[in-house]
């Protein structure tokens, strides 16, 4: 029986997946693969992979990411209401900046590592990866009698990515967007209404999130940035598979999902247990900090030539022991060999390691790197 | 500029869509379009969409539909935590059978539609539409501190749809499996091992719906299912957009979302608020009731040749006034006319009812029926 699936598989479109409001531009710039996330469908890619990888660390690109949805936060419990579940001290964030967090159940289990843009005293937006987080923190509401609102609302971003994002950004918001400082935002005009712009995105290469509230701004935006940057090479994009993972840059429900906690996904950093006094999860995290967590993500680069798609995790092992699972790979086309990303058992997570993985017909040599290869 | 979407899109697949174990059995089975449903890849189409269509209507599929994941809900609490989010007497439930349920958040909105099974006293499985309704109760047993766990268990459902079913699953699981009453379900063996099985499914044309709960079963259960059934030219087959437009099934997520409330959706008969006392939405939901809703979900048909897909809502109009948007269409080659499910304003609700619908590039009428074609 033949079980791989070599031909392409097409995409059945109903309205159960959301269409974004910058769709018109992405057809017209001839969009070939999607994926979908948050019930909305995420545009991959415009032309080959190598081209759209090396056009957006050469140039810049537009990416929609309207799939990032919002979790509006609001009222007078918005800050207790995110301290319940945010592993650090909410209460010091201050209104003009983001933080990427983890977001964890009672026992300490990741629910999604949003984006959080603290937007007044006592309102938030949480930009989410893949998982309806707003129901957890509908369920919070519920139970602990907050007084607060939370719902997601119409905002659909579009992120500016590439080493000219910030050239792009000043020619059509003006000089000032570029002072933005790296998880910073603002709000900055456009066609007489003001867009909250951040300096962030799921890229190394620099850029721009730019937050449209009205659906119609959206092509009027996607064709002035397109217009703007013509001399620019400006293209469209999307979260790039390759460039993240050399990155070390992880993805919500495929490198680290709610079977983990945020030591093992590398995110101890973004925990201040300290700070977290409200936190429903403070102490069995406080016990998972002590104890130190048994696997951890690291990058590794697998041997041989390039990879196949990596669309169900593979296999590492020490010998004929089991060593941990590779949950994103690629061919690097800059570093000539192929990057990975996995969740690996404590024995095996030091840097030169070096693990047997076993990828669709064939056995290659996994290296442990250490949390990113750039 | 062309913004309609005329050639296919590609998938693109990653970890972060789950496969399911009847993976191998879908591919050999020559799948050749899907669609994403919580997180995991949902086959969608084998042959052309009218071939599947009428094999579904005259013989016997198998359909992988391990997307519909299971929400376990066991514990001393489990009663009273399915009791704040059911508008219905859970507590007067039995153990043997599933319902279906509007699963609602504390305003009545609707947050998923699934199918209930009551595996003992304290034990639940909740099958799920398309949202993480795992989040909203994990909330609401943190909040009210319920003594009960809630988890995704490793489960995942096959269903067995067509005229031929009841033949195919006798064969397979011997003729006791035939005697489950519609909504009943069962344990019966496979393999020395114990399968709920219960007597539902997303058709009307009759079936089961096997629940794997080892997934190294799956494809010996996919096997012995298709040898069995040789003779009844058993086939993969997918839930039928066709067949359950016909049939006024309802997708959550398209036709009907978080913003809509039972009644819009026209599941006000699966309501019993006197029954629903700890309900958290109960007085929202009595003040919904008593005023009746302002739309209503119904169907429709639609005059002219073929409909295209519909990926994005259609506007209704009753001359140049808003009644409505249709959110599923597609031709019936059974009923030979265009059949479409829509969310339509008060005033237009009725049978009989002559609307204006907006398709891609033409105009058509929609005529109201009642809540199905069968």
Redesign the interface.
């Known amino acids: 029986?033949?079980?791989?699936?070599t031909?392409?598989?097409?995409?059945?479109?109903?309205?159960?997946?959301r269409?974004s409001p910058f769709?018109?531009g992405v057809?017209?710039a001839g969009?070939?693969?999607?994926?979908?996330?948050n019930?909305t469908l995420l545009p991959?890619?415009f032309r080959t992979p190598e081209e759209d990888y090396r056009h957006l660390k050469s140039r810049v690109q537009l990416w929609d990411v309207s799939c990032q949805r919002q979790v509006a936060v609001r009222g007078k419990d918005a800050t207790k209401t995110l301290a319940?579940f945010v592993p650090r001290r909410v209460e010091s964030m201050v209104v003009g900046r983001c933080y990427y967090i983890p977001a964890v159940?009672?026992c300490g289990k990741l629910?999604n590592d949003p984006l959080v843009l603290k937007l007044a005293e006592d309102s938030y937006w949480v930009s989410i990866a893949?998982?309806?987080?707003s129901?957890?923190?509908?369920?919070?509401?519920?139970?602990?009698?907050l007084d607060v609102q939370v719902w997601?609302p119409d905002v659909s971003p579009l992120a500016v990515q590439g080493p000219l994002a910030g050239k792009l950004m000043g020619r059509v918001f003006g000089e000032e967007v570029r002072k933005l400082r790296f998880f910073g935002y603002g709000r900055f005009g456009f066609k007489n209404r003001e867009l909250v712009i951040s300096r962030s995105g799921y890229s190394r290469q620099g850029g721009y999130e730019i937050y449209i509230d009205r659906p119609d701004l959206a092509m009027p935006l996607w064709e002035a940035l397109m217009e703007a940057g013509r001399d620019l090479d400006v293209g469209p994009g999307s979260p790039n598979?390759t460039e993240r993972i050399e990155a070390g840059m992880l993805?919500?429900?495929?490198?680290v999902t709610?079977e983990n906690d945020p030591y093992e996904c590398g995110l101890g950093k973004y925990c201040d247990l300290e700070g977290a006094s409200d936190c429903?999860a403070r102490e069995p995290l406080l016990r998972i900090r002590e104890q130190g967590p048994a696997r951890c993500v690291r990058s590794l680069a697998i041997s041989g030539p390039p990879a196949p798609?990596?669309?169900?995790?593979w296999r590492l092992a020490c010998g004929d022991r089991f060593a941990g699972r590779i949950?994103?790979a690629s061919w690097s086309w800059d570093l000539e060999t192929n990057v990975a990303i996995g969740m690996v058992e404590a024995p095996y997570w030091d840097a030169g390691t070096e693990l047997t993985v076993e990828l669709p017909g064939r056995t290659e040599t996994a290296t442990v790197r250490g949390s990113s290869f750039t």
Request: proline residues 2%; contains cysteine.
């Open positions: 029986m033949r079980t791989e699936l031909r392409a598989l097409n995409f059945f479109a109903t309205t159960r997946i269409r769709w018109p057809v017209a969009v070939h693969s999607c994926s979908v996330y019930h991959v890619h319940l159940d009672q629910l893949d998982s309806d987080l129901l957890w923190i509908k369920g919070l509401k519920a139970g602990f009698e997601e598979y993805s919500y429900g495929g490198d709610i429903l798609m990596c669309d169900k995790a949950t994103a």
